[in-house]
């Protein structure tokens, strides 16, 4: 019959354990032929009282015991039926042991109770089924010894024994407690071997899940985001996580069995703590940090009363984080205060920018008086578009998307431009995308944007220069996204100024206000998408805007 290997990891672990087996079930056969047949031939030269052996026959089953031992250790390395190959080594040991009672004698023999070891060697080995099959063909073998001995067949053996065969009653009696015997040894040996390999079947897979439960820990432990720390009833540390040593800066190796107190004085436990408690803890570096902690008894094996565990956590980002809300809140009071101001400059603002024109169109005076009234009403226009930016950027309206066409966005930032005068010619705008490209985004917002980063480009390029505006979907992570880049032949911006040109109020115009761009990055943001500067190769800015579509 064909066998083949096993398919699972359970399987193989089975046969290589049946393998060690095997190779005990070797060395313990050579071990027992080489004693027994030992001291058989110191008894036998000593002249004692015992069934006359045959050195021939003897010294050939040694022999053939060795040789076959020899054979069956190589053949154990490359055969793949080792169930197989058990129950044939366990059926020739039955032989040897059958050949060594009929050379000593069948019923007379004194090695009759060998038997006994093939015969428990299948229980162990082959289990219940395995055992009772060898008690089976050793009850055979046994018998037949016997069948031979009755009939006369051995008597050529023992020539100094008168009458080597027995009386049939006294054979059958010999053959039913042998018999009887080998099928109680059977028994009571796949028995035990049965219970043995679930006991080990069970502590298996209970060493298996502990081992799974001890690395499930340990990786709890280790990556966890809180810092443990646990010391025994002596306050000595005895595990320092991943986290503990994250925050604090020392490694867990020149931490165990330090004392917790000698380190950090400010976790030792103390009665009618309420909530979370809080410490200042110095670094391994010297820095001191806030941290926040909690400690709990430790449950060990031992009972240990004073055995505790301590958690903490690095306070240090929560403080920054509780400053800067506590900055925002305070910036968006003094912003609200400030739109309010500006708001009430707004109108007496208008009426001293109206009564200057009306003043300038009825007097009639000299050119320096003129000259001062244009002074006038142009300020008062400059400070009108400053309050006017400013309230945009304190109080964004939400913005109200639609689907429009961006050329057409594009040819209205264009009669703007053209209508301002900062853009005098000297600057041309142009367009790289298909005419009917659509964008998911409130017009005006949009076009305010566009208008925005076109008259910044044109006052970077103070010789004049080219101005394209490019657009393209794209396809990012499975989500549809619209391009829009804004390119100039401009300088370029300095690269100290790249990180900070979205910051509100900064400029490095003389009588800029800093609020375009800071617009500009706000309401992209209100539409959910993201903008960024960069320098071109050689000369020029660019600014790339993304917008989500649905």
């Known amino acids: 019959m064909l066998c083949r290997r096993p398919p699972n990891p359970i399987s193989s672990a089975a046969e290589q354990l049946l393998k060690r087996q095997l190779q005990w079930l070797f060395l313990l056969r050579t071990l027992f032929i080489t004693l027994l047949l030992g001291l058989t031939a110191i008894i036998l030269t000593k002249g004692h009282s015992l069934t006359p052996l045959p050195i021939g026959p003897f010294a050939f089953l040694i022999i053939g015991v060795y040789c076959f031992t020899l054979l069956s250790s190589a053949l154990l390395r490359v055969i793949p039926c080792l169930r197989q190959f058990t129950y044939l ?164 190796g020149e931490m165990l069995d330090r004392k917790i107190e000698g380190v950090f004085p400010g976790l030792l436990p103390s009665a009618g703590m309420d909530g979370r408690p809080q410490a200042d803890l110095a670094r391994k570096d010297g820095e001191v940090i806030p941290v926040g902690y909690s400690w709990a008894r430790l449950n060990t094996p031992d009972g240990c009363e004073n055995c505790r565990v301590f958690t903490l956590q690095d306070l240090s980002q929560i403080r920054k984080m509780e400053l800067q809300v506590r900055q925002a809140e305070k910036m968006a009071a003094i912003g609200e205060m400030a739109a309010g101001i500006a708001h009430e400059f707004r109108n007496p603002l208008a009426a001293i920018s109206g009564s200057a024109q009306l003043l300038a169109h009825r007097i009639s005076t000299g050119p320096q008086s003129r000259k001062l009234m244009e002074i006038i009403i142009r300020e008062c226009d400059r400070l009108e578009a ?157 600014f790339t805007i993304t917008l989500p579509l649905p």
């Open 386 to 542: 400053v309050i006017a930016e400013f309230l945009l950027f304190s109080k964004p309206a939400l913005p109200e998307k639609t689907w429009c066409r961006l050329g057409q966005l594009v040819d209205e930032t264009t009669q703007v431009l053209q209508q301002s005068s900062t853009w005098d010619g000297r600057c041309r705008l142009a367009r790289d995308f298909p005419e009917e490209l659509s964008c998911w985004a409130d017009a005006g917002q949009l076009r305010q944007v566009l208008l925005n980063l076109c008259s910044n480009s044109c006052q970077a390029m103070e010789d004049g220069g080219k101005i394209v505006i490019a657009a393209g979907e794209k396809n990012r992570e499975g989500k549809r996204q619209l391009r829009i880049t804004v390119q100039d032949s401009g300088p370029g911006i300095p690269a100290q100024h790249l990180p900070r040109v979205f910051d509100p109020y900064f400029t490095t115009k003389e009588n800029g206000t800093g609020l375009g761009l800071a617009i500009v990055h706000q309401l992209i943001a209100s539409h959910g998408g993201t903008i960024s500067a960069q320098n071109l190769p050689g000369h020029g800015a660019s």
């Open 89 to 252: 080594q366990v059926i020739l040991d039955i032989l040897l042991t059958s050949s060594l009672v009929f050379f000593s004698g069948s019923s007379q023999s004194v090695f009759t109770a060998v038997y006994f070891l093939p015969i428990i060697a299948g229980g162990l080995l082959l289990f219940r089924r395995g055992g009772l099959l060898m008690a089976a063909i050793s009850t055979l073998a046994y018998g037949a010894l016997l069948l031979l001995e009755h009939a006369g067949q051995t008597r050529f053996l023992f020539a100094t024994i008168a009458e080597p065969a027995a009386r049939t009653e006294m054979l059958l009696h010999i053959f039913s407690i042998n018999g009887l015997s080998f099928f109680l040894v059977a028994i009571l040996s796949s028995t035990l071997a049965e219970r043995l390999h679930k006991v080990e079947a069970v502590l298996s897979q209970t060493t298996a899940n502990l081992d799974r439960l001890a690395l499930l820990y340990k990786q709890i432990f280790d990556d966890i985001a809180t810092g443990v720390i646990t010391v025994d009833g002596d306050n000595r540390i005895t595990s320092f996580n991943r986290a503990a040593e994250r925050i604090t800066g020392y490694q867990s």
